[in-house]
């Protein structure tokens, strides 16, 4: 985590990936607990990013490069595609989250992001997507 002292709802490591490469891998800090406000049901806080380690090729230790920002809540899965040039993270739920005094909806998403040749993460653009009621539980790529 970025800020290991700052927990602020349940904390949850999620999906961890290496890149095809084998020099990188990527893990997920994800967060959505609640919180009442006006009534309502809130995101709380809590990290929702990847952390990025670069992996030494003698010794196969890995070392942190890297946090950013996942760009959504709770991303429950994750995806590198097989060029090893993209990453996808997907958001499963949408949530509304407090931005000064009002409320506003981070939507469930897809993030995209693209891996520079060290590894490190750089955003791209995010699709918002339309559960309804439901959750976008998992998705992944494919070679085409």
């Known amino acids: 985590m970025a800020e290991p002292g700052n927990i602020r709802g349940r904390q949850i490591a999620g999906t961890v990936h ?5 020099r990188s891998v990527y893990a997920v800090n994800r967060a959505s607990t609640t919180t ?5 049901r809130v995101f709380a806080g809590g990290e ?4 990025v380690y ?11 490069i890297q946090h950013v920002d996942t760009r959504g809540i709770h991303c ?3 995806h590198i595609d097989p060029s090893g040039r993209l990453l996808v ?4 739920m949408p949530l509304p989250v407090k931005d000064g005094a009002t409320l506003r909806i981070v939507p469930a998403s897809l993030a995209v ?6 590894g490190r993460l750089d955003f791209v653009r995010k699709y918002d997507v339309d559960v309804g009621n439901g959750t976008m539980f998992w998705m992944g790529m494919v070679a085409r």
């Open 76 to 78: 429950r899965t994750f």
């Open 113 to 118: 992001f693209r891996i520079d040749g060290d």
């Open 54 to 64: 670069s992996i030494d090729p003698s010794t196969g230790e890995p070392s942190l």
């Open 18 to 22: 290496v890149h095809p490469n084998g």
């Open 48 to 51: 929702n990013n990847f952390a």
């Open 36 to 40: 009442e406000f006006e009534g309502k």
């Open 89 to 92: 993270a997907a958001h499963i």
